[in-house]
């Protein structure tokens, strides 16, 4: 347990429906990542914060997905119309600047497994 | 784009064996990120190499960044049955994006 949480594990829905994505990341940290992982495919990075500002958004994020974190806490990830192709683990992952300034290791969650019907 | 690619994608060895996964940017990265993923499981940090050159060592494990700092290796000396899993390389670029590579599956054979 690396103290990401990610909230549903699981996720079943039907084609065109809307499904939210909760992440709580480790409380000091304060950047968070999203990512999708297919199968057999490494992590694509989909967006980040700092703190409760979205500093960067992949081009491969289409404007079905939206991604909040309010209060620079916890984070969501909605995903619009849901598409046979949107189907795959989002994972989060949230890290700290290290002593030397730099940000280092991201520690994950255990993702949400999303399957569209 | 930014593309991060890693040989082999497979990799079968003895119980014993060595292994290494090699990882290359089309683009000069400011530092590189290892992760080994178990199956069913999430990506779990094993080290960052920042400088160019860089060599370190974790017990059996060296990891490498390359001159250029557009290539990394990961060499486990002496696979046992709980190296198996996915390595992955996560590189940055000046950017605060994180590409990673396509990973390499170890199988260790008892």
């Known amino acids: 347990d690396t103290g990401v949480s990610q909230d549903p594990r699981h996720k079943i829905t039907k084609r065109g429906q809307n499904v939210t994505f909760r992440c709580d990341p480790i409380?000091?940290?304060?950047?968070l990542y999203w990512y999708r992982q297919t199968l057999g495919q490494g992590p694509e990075f989909l967006t980040y914060?700092?703190?409760?500002?979205?500093?960067?958004k992949s081009r491969l994020l289409s404007d079905r997905f939206s991604a909040e974190r309010p209060k620079g806490s916890f984070s969501t990830l909605e995903i619009q119309r849901t598409e046979q192709g949107d189907s795959a683990m989002y994972l989060c992952?949230?890290?700290?600047?290290?002593?030397?300034?730099?940000?280092?290791?991201?520690?994950f969650g255990p993702g949400t497994r999303l399957t569209v019907l | 784009g930014q593309q991060v690619m890693q040989i082999p994608q497979y990799q079968h060895v003895q119980e014993g064996e060595d292994f290494t996964t090699y990882c290359n940017s089309s683009?000069?990265?400011?530092?590189i990120q290892w992760y080994k993923q178990r199956p069913g499981g999430h990506p779990v940090f094993l080290i960052q190499?920042?400088?160019?050159?860089e060599v370190k060592k974790q017990k059996r494990l060296t990891f490498q960044f390359g001159e250029a700092k557009k290539n990394s290796s990961l060499h486990i000396t002496a696979t046992q049955t709980t190296d198996v899993g996915t390595y992955f390389c996560a590189g940055q670029n000046t950017g605060n994006q994180f590409y990673f590579g396509t990973g390499t599956s170890l199988t260790v054979i008892p």
């Open positions: 683009t000069t990265l400011s530092n």
């Open positions: 409380s000091e940290h304060n950047r």
């Open positions: 992952a949230s890290s700290a600047r290290g002593l030397a300034g730099a940000y280092n290791e991201q520690f």
């Open positions: 190499l920042v400088k160019s050159g």
């Open positions: 914060f700092q703190n409760e500002a979205q500093l960067e």
